[in-house]
């Protein structure tokens, strides 16, 4: 049973250069989301979607991009990347909210440093 | 605005008990949720509340009052594998995850 896969787990950027993650779940979940962990800080939610086809901005969208075509799939543009998105990056996903099953499954998280 | 507030970092001796407070502030509520994090790796739940009162799981029991907006996770016999970051994460009213900064717990022999 894979889960959520998301890669890759390392990554180094140069300022500018845009780069996608990936993310893929198993269960059949209607929920999946992106955060960035920094020290010190809580989860701090990129993107979601509550289904193919929707996506919505959390607290911190600017520069990043998602789209959701398939129920599986999650991927997570950076666009034009700047130091300030040196993160770890984890993709979780869940039933839908409002089903009382909303316990989050995460992916193993991807390291990234921009230069 | 929306706050989650727990202790930065707690130490504890093996084969102790050890209790993690969490208390909150949010707009509305939806439950509230413990994560277990070692280092280098993803979150991985541990328990949700949503009703008032204590909630046993083996060795962790978590614990709920919504009317004081908080929460508590009491982790019995402790061993070194359980030394790792305890995040607390509430939902709000429109089932958004507002997440603590997180326990970094430390198990000493």
């Known amino acids: 049973n894979a889960g959520v896969t998301q890669t890759p787990k390392f990554q180094v950027l140069k300022t500018g250069q845009s780069m996608t993650l990936q993310c893929a779940q198993d269960?059949?979940?209607?929920?999946m989301s992106w955060y960035r962990q920094d020290p010190g800080m809580g989860l701090r939610l990129i993107h979601y979607?509550?289904?193919?086809?929707?996506?919505d901005q959390g607290e911190v969208p600017n520069g990043y991009n998602v789209s959701r075509s398939t129920t599986e799939d999650f991927p997570l543009r950076l666009l034009s990347a700047a130091p300030s998105q040196t993160s770890v990056y984890f993709c979780a996903s869940s039933y839908a909210p409002g089903t009382g099953n909303e316990k989050l499954f995460f992916g193993s998280g991807t390291q990234l440093s921009v230069l | 605005g929306q706050n989650i507030d727990q202790p930065t970092e707690m130490t504890a001796t093996e084969g102790a008990i050890v209790q993690i407070n969490c208390t909150y502030q949010t707009s509305g509520f939806n439950g509230l949720f413990w994560y277990q994090q070692h280092a280098g790796e993803a979150p991985t739940f541990l328990s949700y509340n949503v009703l008032d009162g204590l909630e046993e799981k083996g060795l962790f029991s978590s614990f709920l009052s919504r009317s004081k907006g908080y929460s508590y996770l009491l982790l019995k016999e402790l061993q070194m594998k359980d030394s790792a970051s305890y995040l607390c994460?509430?939902?709000?009213?429109?089932?958004?995850?507002?997440w603590g900064a997180g326990t970094k717990l430390i198990i000493k022999p």
């Open positions: 994460a509430v939902m709000d009213s429109n089932y958004q995850l507002i």
């Open positions: 979607s509550v289904g193919a086809g929707i996506t």
């Open positions: 269960m059949n979940h209607e929920y």
